[in-house]
Every structure is written in structure tokens, then in C-alpha cells.
């Protein structure tokens, strides 16, 4: 399911049960932190909508049935709207928020990692010229290509970086396996040259066209494949 699939759901159904959403939710933590704002949204405006009735109320509407019958059902319907349209407001300034905060470029590639394990574990003998045609989709990045196969490439799919597509790969280090992270440069991406956790190193530099970040577990191997990068990826 696409980011934009995903957020209509998320709309129209934040407690859709349908494999498909649960998935695309849980594969991006801030999917999940999405859905549950929404869910709380929902919660606010049920909690809203019920108003308690007066004692007299069905005495007033059987005497008055005919004569406030239009005005009823304009105040109803102006406050229903009003309430949609402050929902819809909230929902779409936060989400507006979300696009604009920064983006720890390392704190996020190393997030993804551990999210993807999978990733890791796959072979999937990937071409470049297989590479090259997903980075075209990306208009982000304008033509930026890899001029070589860099090695070997056991995977490669789009992720999603704050809202901002991008790619994630898995090349041959040196020794051992390396994932590289292709973000498009955006101004609230904030770049750490070196980044790290208790099991992971990280590299960020940065292209003509792209920010790269490199995750792997020795120093070698990102320098490996750093300079392999920088060598065939214009």
C-alpha cells in the first residue's frame, strides 16, 4: 500500500482492521504514531457528539414540531459541519506539522534497520540497471544513477524517510553486509557525517542529488562502499 493509499485510509478508517493497512502501518513506527492521533481524534469527537438531552425536550418538540422544525435541522446540521471541519483542520495542519519537522537523517536510517530486519537476511541478486529504474521514479532526484554494478546488491525497495520517498539497499561491505539509505535532499533533513548505537556505525554524505547514509557494523566496510559510491553514483 502507497503513502498516499495509506493516509486516505487512515482518514476515512483509522481502526481499519484490513491486513493490507495493519501492514503498511506497522512497517514505519510513524505510520503507527499517525493512526493512533487519528484514533484519538475520533475518540474526541465521539465523546463531542454526545450530548445529554433535556428532560423536557420531547414535550417541547411534540408542541413545536412544525414550527421549529426547519431551524433544528439548520443548527444541527451548521454544527455538524463545523465539527467536521475543525477535525478536518486539526488533522490536516498536523499532518503539515509532520512534513515540516526535522529529519534526523541517522537517528531514522538506524530505526529502520532493526524495522527491516528482513532486509538483511534477503538475496535477491539485484542489477543495477534494476536500481537505476527505481531511482527514475523518484523525480526528487532528478537522473541520478548508478554508471556500474557496485558490487553485490542483495536488496533493494522503497521506504519512506518522514514522507519523503527513498531507497533502501543491502551491498557487500569489504566483510560484511552494508545498507545504504537514498534520500532526496530536502531542507529539514538534518545530516550526521557519523552516527552510531550499541550495534550499529553509521556514514552520511552527501551527493549532487541525494543524501547517503550507510549502516553496517565495521568501520571498513562502510568505507568500502563509500568510496565505491562515490565512484559510480552520479
Do not use: W
Not at 478508517?13 to 514505519?28: G, R
Not at 550499541?198 to 571498513?220: C, H, I, W
Request: aromatic share 10%; hydrophobic share 40%.
Amino acid at each position: 500500500m502507497d503513502e498516499l493509499k495509506f493516509r486516505r485510509q487512515a482518514y476515512t478508517e483509522p481502526n481499519c482492521q484490513d491486513d493490507d493497512f495493519l501492514a503498511a502501518m506497522q512497517a514505519i513506527p510513524e505510520r503507527e504514531s499517525f493512526v493512533n492521533d487519528l484514533k484519538n481524534l475520533d475518540r474526541k469527537l465521539e465523546r463531542a457528539l454526545k450530548i445529554d438531552v433535556p428532560e423536557d425536550l420531547a414535550a417541547r418538540l411534540l408542541l413545536n414540531q412544525q414550527l421549529h422544525q426547519h431551524s433544528r435541522l439548520r443548527r444541527k446540521s451548521g454544527f455538524t459541519l463545523a465539527l467536521v471541519a475543525s477535525v478536518a483542520f486539526i488533522a490536516g495542519i498536523s499532518f503539515t506539522l509532520l512534513r515540516m519537522a526535522p529529519v534526523d537523517l541517522g537517528q531514522h536510517a538506524l530505526a529502520h534497520v532493526y524495522h527491516e530486519t528482513k532486509a538483511l537476511t534477503l538475496d535477491q541478486d539485484i542489477s543495477f540497471k534494476d536500481v537505476n529504474f527505481q531511482l527514475a521514479s523518484m523525480s526528487t532526484i532528478g537522473n541520478a544513477k548508478f554508471t556500474q554494478q557496485p558490487g553485490k546488491l542483495y536488496y533493494s525497495s522503497f521506504c519512506d524517510f518522514q514522507g519523503v520517498k527513498s531507497l533502501h539497499l543491502v551491498m557487500q561491505g569489504e566483510h560484511g553486509k552494508v545498507t545504504l539509505f537514498i534520500v532526496p535532499i530536502e531542507d529539514r533533513m538534518v545530516l550526521e557525517q557519523a552516527f552510531k548505537d550499541n550495534k550499529y556505525l553509521g556514514r552520511g554524505f552527501v551527493t549532487d542529488k541525494a543524501y547517503m547514509l550507510l549502516v553496517g557494523e565495521d568501520n571498513s566496510d562502510l568505507n568500502y562502499v563509500k568510496k565505491e559510491i562515490q565512484q559510480i553514483f552520479i
